[in-house]
């Protein structure tokens, strides 16, 4: 009778409603008690699949009756089996636990499609926007400093960054792909950009030049900001602290249907400061920098997209360098790009833009005493980019190219003739295909055709070995360039206090490189990340400064190809969570470096350096982070006035640490306090470094602390 019964009631199943049994049920984070949407849920045996809404519930129909296994999968969290039973009437509740070693975010940079950190060939490392927000770093120069294997570089002409011993103007430095512009004296101000409005940083060391072109040989740094995930988000970070620190951002954000849309804001002032009261000079420059960001976009179809984005940057810098002057540095950059991207045409996914980023720089010595200009710099660097790329999969290859104007030109009373412009027309190709599931292979070239230097080919290949399921080995081989920058090629600068003279050299010819990288890890999404990275580079016609001569008591250079050189060294990674609460993390890297014309090492260059720290999080949501980093010794040549090389000046080691405290406050309200540089190093003449600096502020999201 049972047995007709239940007959009787999958007949009426199908006659009448659904065809089969059906489950429903919800999903959230074990940790927030949030319901987690875009949740994929599979029943293999079946092939059988759906995924959950925005609320986190899901419906699974067509059923046949007997024990199921139910997969779910999300992205950043521990995959879970449940075995259920059907027919069901309960309501399913599903917790996922997130993964503390995040291996399967997202990233773009070094390959230039979708790809899972775990999967992409090349040696690539990410640093998520939370964990950038939870340091209490001011920018992202003083957060990036702290990862294994990258120094900072900063002076009063900006914060650039060091590649596995490629100096700044080797770095790509992009912000949502878009190449920033506006370096002065090789150095590109990446602390203009702030904190809060980072997704994520996408860091590929490494010859990248296939991909990316000039500036790419030592590297690529991308800066991808945030993208609207709500209805309406209104979201606040201030903070203050010592010299004069305020911090102030204010972002606004919408998510309905087809159109996503942002519109954000910051301000930052620094008071500058003097770590020698008995002298005039000071050390760090006071600055104001004013940030405004737009972004929308809009979903055409199921297939294609429209996107438009915009920034816009003003800065003032000023700092005291004698008892006559001031250097004043006045700043402005936009930048805008417009996509459209399509999905399936002919299978591919298609993507042309547009790009336009225009910088503004003036450069003034200010008498101090009259306020009249006793010199003053005029530059406006400009930059358009047209491209189309594609990207299809074949079988086991995945195909991407593409094509890219270029045209950029600089306007300077610096520059003789006061204005030069260049042309270039690329392309490049790219295959990564998969022998199987444990080997991939990626290689690839780009070809550019340069008004000025001519034309330039850079290949690459890597290749991946999955030796299990939570480990990797990559061995790539890359061929870099840097083509001359216009003020290497044309520009003459004068400096009237240090008393020097730079001229530049049009008969420059482009840097290039060849480098071989092994890359090993290992990690556990619950417990570790380990990582070795074992490096070479061979540097060929480094631009670098020549002496030329004495003029009217002014030692003059004059710009030149000099040498070959190369870089050699190891990079360890080590992230281990001692308890699910308490992550501990350490890095080391060594750097050897050699300049064979000269027979000697290359300056600046710390052959040791280490970071690591603890964070810890309490269960009523207070966060700690302590970290370190230390700086090994350092050396730079003396010169006679002829040029000629004397000896090495050390450079003392260093060891700063820094704290950071975040907690729960009511209504939505995160506050955090915390202290930089613990130690209190200072360095007049080399840091330059302010000293210890406390600072306190309140992020809020404005709308929910609204609804509470």
Do not use: C
């Given at each position: 009778?049972?047995?007709?019964?239940?007959?009787?009631?999958?007949?009426?199943?199908?006659?009448?409603?659904?065809?089969?049994?059906?489950?429903?049920?919800?999903?959230?984070?074990?940790?927030?008690?949030?319901?987690?949407?875009?949740?994929?849920?599979?029943?293999?045996?079946?092939?059988i699949g759906t995924t959950s809404d925005k609320k986190g519930k899901f419906?699974?129909?067509?059923?046949?009756?007997?024990?199921?296994?139910?997969?779910?999968?999300?992205?950043?969290?521990?995959?879970?089996?449940?075995?259920?039973?059907?027919?069901s009437t309960s309501f399913i509740k599903i917790e996922l636990k997130p993964?503390?070693?995040?291996?399967?975010?997202?990233?773009?940079?070094?390959?230039?499609?979708?790809?899972?950190?775990?999967?992409?060939?090349?040696?690539?490392?990410?640093?998520?926007?939370?964990?950038?927000?939870?340091?209490?770093?001011?920018?992202?120069?003083?957060?990036?400093?702290?990862?294994?294997?990258?120094?900072?570089?900063?002076?009063?002409?900006?914060?650039?960054?060091?590649?596995?011993?490629?100096?700044?103007?080797?770095?790509?430095?992009?912000?949502?792909?878009?190449?920033?512009?506006?370096?002065?004296?090789?150095?590109?101000?990446?602390?203009?950009?702030?904190?809060?409005?980072?997704?994520?940083?996408?860091?590929?060391?490494?010859?990248?030049?296939?991909?990316?072109?000039?500036?790419?040989?030592?590297?690529?740094?991308?800066?991808?900001?945030?993208?609207?995930?709500?209805?309406?988000?209104?979201?606040?970070?201030?903070?203050?602290?010592?010299?004069?620190?305020?911090?102030?951002?204010?972002?606004?954000?919408?998510?309905?249907?087809?159109?996503?849309?942002?519109?954000?804001?910051?301000?930052?002032?620094?008071?500058?400061?003097?770590?020698?009261?008995?002298?005039?000079?000071?050390?760090?420059?006071?600055?104001?920098?004013?940030?405004?960001?737009?972004?929308?976009?809009?979903?055409?179809?199921?297939?294609?997209?429209?996107?438009?984005?915009?920034?816009?940057?003003?800065?003032?810098?000023?700092?005291?360098?004698?008892?006559?002057?001031?250097?004043?540095?006045?700043?402005?950059?936009?930048?805008?790009?417009?996509?459209?991207?399509?999905?399936?045409?002919?299978?591919?996914?298609?993507?042309?833009?547009?790009?336009?980023?225009?910088?503004?720089?003036?450069?003034?010595?200010?008498?101090?005493?009259?306020?009249?200009?006793?010199?003053?710099?005029?530059?406006?660097?400009?930059?358009?980019?047209?491209?189309?790329?594609?990207?299809?999969?074949?079988?086991?290859?995945?195909?991407?190219?593409?094509?890219?104007?270029?045209?950029?030109?600089?306007?300077?009373?610096?520059?003789?003739?006061?204005?030069?412009?260049?042309?270039?027309?690329?392309?490049?190709?790219?295959?990564?295909?998969?022998?199987?599931?444990?080997?991939?292979?990626?290689?690839?070239?780009?070809?550019?055709?340069?008004?000025?230097?001519?034309?330039?080919?850079?290949?690459?290949?890597?290749?991946?070995?999955?030796?299990?399921?939570?480990?990797?080995?990559?061995?790539?081989?890359?061929?870099?360039?840097?083509?001359?920058?216009?003020?290497?090629?044309?520009?003459?600068?004068?400096?009237?206090?240090?008393?020097?003279?730079?001229?530049?050299?049009?008969?420059?010819?482009?840097?290039?490189?060849?480098?071989?990288?092994?890359?090993?890890?290992?990690?556990?999404?619950?417990?570790?990340?380990?990582?070795?990275?074992?490096?070479?580079?061979?540097?060929?016609?480094?631009?670098?400064?020549?002496?030329?001569?004495?003029?009217?008591?002014?030692?003059?250079?004059?710009?030149?190809?000099?040498?070959?050189?190369?870089?050699?060294?190891?990079?360890?990674?080590?992230?281990?969570?001692?308890?699910?609460?308490?992550?501990?993390?350490?890095?080391?890297?060594?750097?050897?470096?050699?300049?064979?014309?000269?027979?000697?090492?290359?300056?600046?260059?710390?052959?040791?350096?280490?970071?690591?720290?603890?964070?810890?999080?309490?269960?009523?949501?207070?966060?700690?982070?302590?970290?370190?980093?230390?700086?090994?010794?350092?050396?730079?040549?003396?010169?006679?006035?002829?040029?000629?090389?004397?000896?090495?000046?050390?450079?003392?080691?260093?060891?700063?640490?820094?704290?950071?405290?975040?907690?729960?406050?009511?209504?939505?309200?995160?506050?955090?306090?915390?202290?930089?540089?613990?130690?209190?190093?200072?360095?007049?003449?080399?840091?330059?470094?302010?000293?210890?600096?406390?600072?306190?502020?309140?992020?809020?999201?404005?709308?929910?602390?609204?609804?509470?």
């Open positions: 009778m049972k047995k007709f019964f239940l007959a009787f009631l999958v007949l009426a199943s199908f006659l009448f409603g659904e065809k089969g049994e059906s489950i429903t049920g919800l999903i959230h984070d074990i940790k927030s008690g949030l319901p987690l949407s875009e949740v994929n849920i599979f029943i293999e045996s079946q092939g419906k699974l129909s067509g059923l046949t009756i007997g024990e199921i296994k139910l997969t779910v999968s999300h992205i950043g969290y521990e995959p879970q089996t449940l075995k259920i039973e059907i027919p993964n503390l070693i995040q291996m399967d975010a997202i990233v773009t940079t070094g390959t230039r499609t979708e790809r899972y950190l775990s999967d992409v060939p090349v040696t690539t490392q990410v640093i998520k926007g939370d964990r950038l927000r939870e340091t209490g770093a001011a920018d992202i120069s003083q957060l990036i400093e702290e990862t294994t294997g990258i120094n900072v570089e900063e002076n009063q002409f900006g914060t650039g960054v060091n590649l596995m011993g490629f100096d700044t103007e080797h770095i790509l430095i992009m912000v949502d792909g878009m190449k920033m512009i506006g370096r002065v004296n090789g150095q590109l101000d990446i602390a203009q950009i702030p904190i809060e409005q980072i997704d994520r940083i996408e860091i590929v060391k490494g010859a990248t030049s296939a991909l990316y072109g000039s500036e790419a040989m030592g590297g690529v740094i991308n800066i991808l900001t945030q993208s609207p995930d709500k209805n309406w988000s209104l979201q606040s970070d201030g903070s203050f602290g010592a010299y004069g620190r305020v911090n102030q951002t204010l972002n606004l954000s919408h998510h309905q249907g087809p159109w996503q849309w942002s519109l954000g804001g910051s301000y930052r002032h620094f008071g500058g400061y003097d770590l020698d009261p008995k002298t005039i000079y000071e050390e760090g420059s006071d600055y104001e920098k004013t940030n405004f960001d737009f972004r929308v976009r809009h979903q055409l179809s199921k297939d294609s997209q429209l996107r438009f984005e915009s920034h816009y940057l003003t800065e003032e810098q000023n700092l005291i360098t004698s008892h006559v002057f001031t250097e004043r540095s006045l700043n402005k950059r936009y930048s805008g790009r417009i996509e459209y991207l399509h999905q399936n045409i002919f299978s591919a996914q298609l993507k042309s833009f547009f790009d336009y980023t225009t910088y503004d720089h003036k450069y003034d010595w200010v008498v101090r005493k009259s306020g009249n200009l006793k010199e003053a710099t005029k530059t406006t660097d400009d930059l358009s980019l047209i491209g189309f790329h594609f990207e299809k999969g074949l079988n086991r290859h995945g195909i991407n190219g593409g094509f890219e104007y270029n045209n950029e030109k600089i306007v300077s009373n610096k520059v003789l003739g006061n204005h030069r412009n260049s042309k270039m027309i690329s392309s490049f190709i790219q295959d990564e295909f998969s022998f199987n599931d444990k080997w991939t292979l990626l290689s690839g070239i780009r070809y550019d055709q340069h008004s000025i230097y001519g034309s330039h080919a850079s290949p690459k290949i890597s290749i991946m070995f999955k030796p299990e399921m939570i480990s990797r080995i990559r061995l790539s081989y890359g061929q870099g360039f840097r083509s001359p920058s216009f003020k290497e090629l044309y520009y003459t600068h004068s400096n009237i206090t240090v008393g020097y003279n730079v001229k530049g050299n049009e008969s420059l010819r482009p840097e290039t490189s060849h480098t071989v990288h092994l890359d090993i890890e290992r990690w556990h999404t619950q417990k570790y990340h380990a990582r070795v990275n074992l490096f070479y580079n061979q540097i060929k016609d480094m631009i670098e400064f020549k002496y030329d001569a004495m003029i009217d008591g002014i030692t003059t250079y004059s710009m030149a190809n000099l040498s070959r050189a190369w870089t050699k060294g190891m990079e360890l990674d080590f992230t281990y969570f001692i308890f699910e609460n308490t992550e501990l993390w350490l890095g080391y890297a060594l750097l050897d470096s050699w300049d064979e014309e000269q027979e000697k090492n290359l300056s600046m260059k710390a052959k040791h350096k280490a970071n690591g720290g603890i964070r810890y999080t309490f269960n009523n949501g207070v966060k700690t982070n302590m970290r370190f980093q230390y700086m090994g010794k350092r050396f730079y040549w003396d010169d006679t006035a002829a040029g000629v090389a004397q000896g090495q000046t050390w450079i003392d080691n260093y060891t700063i640490i820094n704290g950071h405290v975040s907690f729960p406050l009511p209504r939505n309200i995160r506050g955090y306090v915390g202290v930089k540089n613990l130690t209190d190093t200072v360095d007049p003449k080399w840091g330059p470094m302010p000293g210890r600096e406390w600072y306190a502020g309140l992020r809020i999201d404005l709308f929910e602390s609204f609804k509470e």
